[in-house]
């Protein structure tokens, strides 16, 4: 079975850091481009960040661009993304989706043929 699993999410205060963590079972990431994605309550889902497959092209939403970091780890099947500074308007679930076209980088669904279940993150003090 295919699966994307994220990890790492919770509670934090405005100003720390969290980093989530998307991990493959089943197939292997090395080949697939990786987005991260958010959704809040109420909100349309909104691409924040993704990399191609050899990690030479990164891209962010502005809303995160300077605060959130995204990285890959082929060897352990895994992509990351490192999140600082966060703010209460980060609170949402955050998925990580893989596109098969390895080369590519985009923020904008379309195209995301796995899907994680999510990981909820919540900026409050």
């Known amino acids: 079975q295919l699966q994307l699993v994220e990890s790492g999410g919770g509670l934090v205060q405005p100003g720390g850091s969290l980093r989530l963590s998307c991990a493959a079972s089943?197939?292997?990431?090395?080949?697939?481009?990786i987005g991260w994605f958010r959704q809040a309550p109420g909100k349309e889902r909104e691409g924040i960040s993704c990399?191609?497959?050899?990690?030479?092209?990164?891209n962010y939403a502005d809303s995160v661009k300077g605060r959130f970091t995204i990285s890959r780890d082929n060897a352990k099947n895994t992509v990351y993304l490192q999140m600082n500074s966060l703010k209460p308007e980060d609170t949402a679930v955050y998925y990580c989706?893989?596109?098969?076209?390895?080369?590519?980088?985009?923020?904008?669904?379309?195209?995301?043929?796995?899907w994680g279940q999510g990981t909820q993150v919540t900026v409050s003090s």
């Open positions: 989706a893989a596109h098969p076209w390895g080369s590519i980088c985009k923020i904008e669904s379309r195209g995301y043929d796995y």
């Open positions: 089943g197939f292997t990431l090395n080949y697939y481009a």
């Open positions: 990399i191609n497959s050899g990690s030479s092209r990164t």
